[in-house]
């Protein structure tokens, strides 16, 4: 196709600019595409495990291939590392951004206080790891004062209520207790994943809480928020399993505390009141609940119940 200019010359169309942002892997240097990645096969260790190894790799895309580690995991089954080059090309800019977080992250302080003005009591949230779920990991790094991260866990929060049943706590045990305490939400963590334990655990709990409360309108209204939490969550969405937020790795308390807020309480309980002093801003919120951070006024409530 050609266009002919004001002074009659015809000439092509300027070329379309290039906004790609082609990346491959980097392993020893920058573009080389190597890449490291580990599996088990069910084969015992050896020269011809090995081999199964490589054509494995060979058929996911890297070539050549090297198995850099094996090590036998009882008589049947083998453990590799495998190292090798991909010709696979990604445009990172056509990956589109993901969502932004719909709700502000908010310093402790700013919690108690809209928790204070809605409420008038204390928020009270139980916590378990569910089924045969050993791992407390989690909801102790988001429950216990000491948090993860820097920042400090619920239990510092003086206006929530912490009620942290451990490990290994079944569905019925987690509804009972979660009725007799009144609870606002219900977190559960879980970090055992074989055979999709999460997923059915999760599933089980919420029917659970949702057969307690049959005439709940929502969360908050006629039951608990029902919040759960792990590493491989990342598959399924929240109304796939009947809760209300899953939160993936990496979660910090302040993102939990700053979703409770924003899930149970009206938007107004985060307008500024002069009586409540001054209020942090966003860019407080992280050191704000640092373990070194020290609340500006002991009637806030900061400190550890």
Do not use: W
């Amino acid at each position: 196709m050609t266009v002919e200019s004001p002074l009659g010359n015809t000439e092509a169309p300027a070329e379309p600019a290039d906004t790609r942002q082609v990346i491959r892997p980097y392993g020893d240097t920058t573009g080389d595409g190597m890449v490291q990645m580990s599996f088990s096969l069910p084969v015992p260790a050896g020269k011809r495990a090995e081999a199964a190894a490589l054509q494995l790799a060979a058929k996911m895309g890297l070539e050549p291939a090297s198995v850099v580690h094996a090590k036998p995991m009882g008589p049947d089954f083998t453990f590799f590392i495998v190292y090798g080059r991909v010709g696979h090309l990604i445009d990172y800019a056509s990956i589109p951004a993901p969502p932004e977080r719909e709700y502000p992250l908010l310093a402790a302080p700013e919690v108690n206080r809209a928790i204070r003005r809605a409420l008038g009591r204390r928020l009270v949230i139980v916590g378990a790891c569910i089924g045969t779920d050993a791992h407390t990991v989690g909801i102790d790094a988001i429950l216990n004062v000491k948090g993860f991260a820097g920042e400090k866990g619920l239990e510092y929060y003086g206006e929530i209520e912490v009620v942290n049943m451990g490990a290994q706590v079944t569905v019925a045990e987690l509804v009972e207790r979660a009725k007799a305490a009144d609870a606002d939400a219900v977190l559960v963590s879980q970090v055992v994943t074989q055979k999709n334990a999460h997923l059915h655990n999760t599933k089980q709990m919420a029917a659970a809480f949702h057969a307690e409360y049959p005439t709940a309108v929502a969360a908050g209204m006629g039951r608990p928020l029902l919040v759960v939490g792990g590493p491989r969550f990342d598959t399924v969405a929240p109304e796939d399993l009947g809760v209300d937020r899953i939160f993936g790795k990496g979660t910090t308390p302040a993102e939990v505390a700053s979703y409770l807020v924003h899930a149970l309480l009206p938007a107004d309980a985060l307008a500024p009141d002069p009586a409540d002093g001054p209020t942090a801003t966003p860019d407080d919120a992280h050191n704000a609940t640092r373990t070194d951070a020290q609340p500006d006024d002991p009637a806030e409530g900061d400190t550890a119940p």
